[in-house]
């Protein structure tokens, strides 16, 4: 039985991540996932900002497109474009993603284990736990969660898991809308309450999917079939994709010296559902407090108070966003496009507050500006 520093389940972008970081300050870490191959078969749009790929230096072999503007379209079609100075987001090949971040972990000394399902957590010692797997034992220091949407282990550590989720559902298909450009389809018929979108995924190819909260399949049918003109008859069901998503943050994410990072932790967009960015920041958090837990003796417990403080605003405005959605009519809707289109000046507002990543000030204004116009309370 190999003794760690830290043991990391899960081998998806965070938890690597994470464990890159860890054993680059020169701890012993090893990286566990129940899978045979990392990245393969995600469900994903792949839409990470450029501002993510210089802060955290990510893989950039992944790149499938690089995206300079954005169009938003009505319930009629109605058009307003986003067309910034320069491109802000890039679409990925999450395979090559993940394992671009993986292959950067063991570099720099992490093992990798895979096909090893974490079926017990145990803790005989003052010092360590022990993790059971389906086919051996690790001592670990302290334990880091990074499984994503399972939930299973949350609670055989006494964490907690969210209390709502999103829906996301997908179809990528040899189609090309445009190179460059991200199209945002909004529209009660096809996605109430939310969005739809079209994603260049390189060549002759785009990523085609809505985000609700609720089931989705039959939903991205009608989008395909009445929004976009494209017959469902052909597809086979098993291409459209569907997964949940964490909407909001979990109750409890840290208990002693085990805590959950990414979206085992609810650290996720209530925006748009995306939660690389969110995931990778709250690593970075993660990795300082058990730095300072390791070399000092210091509690892993203001984890959750920290990341927090960090997202709160995000997380929370995102909420209410939804909630107002949730109460639009495609009337409603019209009347925001046409007002936007005929008072151009807006736009001038607008632009200086679009922050792909932070989105909280953006939402916040648009809620006090548009509301008498929507009829909020």
């Known amino acids: 039985m190999t003794?760690?520093?830290?043991?990391?389940?899960?081998?998806?972008p965070i938890g690597s991540y994470t464990a890159y970081l860890l054993a680059d300050k020169g701890f012993d870490v090893c990286l566990l996932d129940e899978k045979t191959e990392i990245g393969k078969d995600?469900?994903?749009?792949?839409?990470?900002?450029?501002?993510?790929?210089?802060?955290?230096?990510?893989?950039?072999?992944?790149?499938?497109?690089?995206?300079?503007?954005?169009?938003?379209?009505?319930?009629?079609?109605?058009?307003?474009?986003?067309?910034?100075?320069?491109?802000?987001?890039?679409?990925?090949?999450?395979?090559?993603?993940?394992?671009?971040?993986?292959?950067?972990?063991?570099?720099?000394g992490v093992d990798l284990h895979l096909k090893q399902r974490v079926t017990a957590i145990e803790k005989k010692s003052s010092r360590y736990y022990t993790i059971i797997t389906s086919k051996r034992k690790y001592k670990t220091r302290i334990i880091v969660l990074a499984t994503g949407i399972n939930y299973a282990l949350n609670k055989k550590a006494g964490l907690g898991k969210p209390s709502h989720f999103l829906y996301g559902s997908q179809i990528e298909l040899p189609i090309s809308f445009s190179k460059s450009n991200i199209e945002i389809h909004i529209g009660?018929?096809?996605?109430?309450?939310?969005?739809?979108?079209?994603?260049?995924?390189?060549?002759?190819?785009?990523r085609i999917g809505i985000l609700l909260n609720r089931k989705t399949k039959p939903w991205l049918k009608k989008m395909l079939e009445h929004r976009l003109n494209i017959s469902v008859a052909k597809l086979r069901d098993e291409e459209l994709k569907t997964k949940p998503i964490a909407f909001g943050p979990v109750k409890r994410s840290v208990k002693n010296n085990i805590?959950?990072?990414?979206?085992?932790?609810?650290?996720?967009?209530?925006?748009?559902?995306?939660?690389?960015?969110?995931?990778?920041?709250?690593?970075?958090?993660?990795?300082?407090?058990?730095?300072?837990?390791?070399?000092?003796?210091?509690?892993?417990?203001?984890?959750?108070t920290t990341w927090h403080s960090v997202l709160a605003s995000e997380i929370d405005i995102g909420m209410v966003m939804r909630k107002i959605a949730a109460k639009l009519s495609d009337e409603d809707l019209e009347n925001l496009f046409r007002f936007v289109k005929k008072n151009r000046f807006w736009v001038n507002f607008l632009m200086p507050r679009i922050n792909f990543d932070y989105q909280s000030n953006v939402i916040y204004f648009c809620i006090k500006s548009f509301g008498s116009l929507l009829k909020l309370e």
């Open 3 to 12: 003794k760690y520093d830290i043991v990391i389940v899960g081998a998806g």
């Open 42 to 108: 995600v469900i994903c749009a792949g839409v990470i900002g450029k501002e993510a790929f210089k802060r955290f230096d990510l893989p950039t072999k992944s790149i499938l497109s690089r995206i300079d503007s954005a169009t938003f379209l009505s319930p009629t079609k109605t058009k307003l474009e986003y067309k910034p100075e320069e491109v802000f987001a890039y679409i990925v090949d999450r395979e090559k993603f993940d394992r671009g971040i993986l292959k950067s972990a063991q570099r720099v």
């Open 188 to 206: 009660t018929g096809f996605a109430p309450g939310s969005f739809g979108w079209v994603i260049p995924a390189g060549a002759n190819t785009s």
């Open 259 to 304: 805590l959950a990072v990414g979206e085992a932790a609810g650290q996720m967009k209530t925006t748009t559902g995306g939660g690389i960015f969110f995931g990778l920041i709250c690593s970075e958090i993660a990795v300082e407090k058990i730095t300072d837990t390791l070399r000092d003796g210091a509690s892993l417990s203001d984890y959750e």
